[in-house]
């Protein structure tokens, strides 16, 4: 809710809530401001509500979560599932463009700030232990992908290893004809 909408709010529930309610927004929003700022994961980690705000309101950048708007570009999401479209916090939409992975995508703001932001804290975590990872490494992938990328980076670091412990793939639809 942005300044105008908690007036109005003002109108309906006692002032001091939402006073308390506009200060709660506030603090999260400078949890926000402070990751984009720093790049880096917070001192202490945000409860789950922040969170899933956070997403939802990056998932709105997304054109093809505008209201009205249906997306026909081969990269715009379109679910039918809305247990889908929660799961992933609505972030449906494809990254890249024309043979680069890391650009950013016009109609998908919100799902490029997530890769550009992943591989922000991918260098910060990762930049002692693996040199070699790269902002463009963190890409949106599938399962399987993943799956294979994970299983075939533990066998690099670990030549005996032949096959993952545990798999699960939670993305796996069946298929009925």
């Known amino acids: 809710m942005d300044s105008r909408n908690f007036a109005l709010a003002q109108g309906l529930v006692d002032s ?8 709660s927004r506030s603090s999260r929003e400078g949890l926000v401001r402070q990751l984009l700022a720093n790049r880096r994961l917070p001192e202490r980690g945000w409860d789950d509500v922040t969170i899933k705000l956070f997403l939802h309101e990056i998932a709105s950048m997304d054109s093809n979560n505008f209201p009205g708007n249906v997306g026909l570009g081969e990269r ?18 494809g990254i890249g463009r024309s043979g ?30 693996w040199p070699e990872v790269q902002p463009e490494s963190c890409i949106d992938v599938t399962n399987v992908l993943d799956t ?6 533990m066998r690099q670091r670990q030549p005996v290893l032949e096959m993952p412990s545990m798999l699960q793939l939670s993305q796996w639809q069946p298929v009925w004809p």
């Open 16 to 23: 001091s809530y939402v006073s308390q309610a506009k200060q």
């Open 76 to 93: 715009e999401g379109r679910v039918y599932s809305s247990l889908v479209k929660e799961r992933n916090f609505h972030l449906h939409h």
């Open 100 to 129: 680069d992975i890391g650009a950013v995508q016009p109609k998908a703001a919100g799902s490029s700030l997530v890769l550009k932001i992943a591989g922000s804290l991918a260098l910060v975590r990762d930049s002692h232990s």
């Open 148 to 153: 294979f990328l994970s299983v075939n980076r």
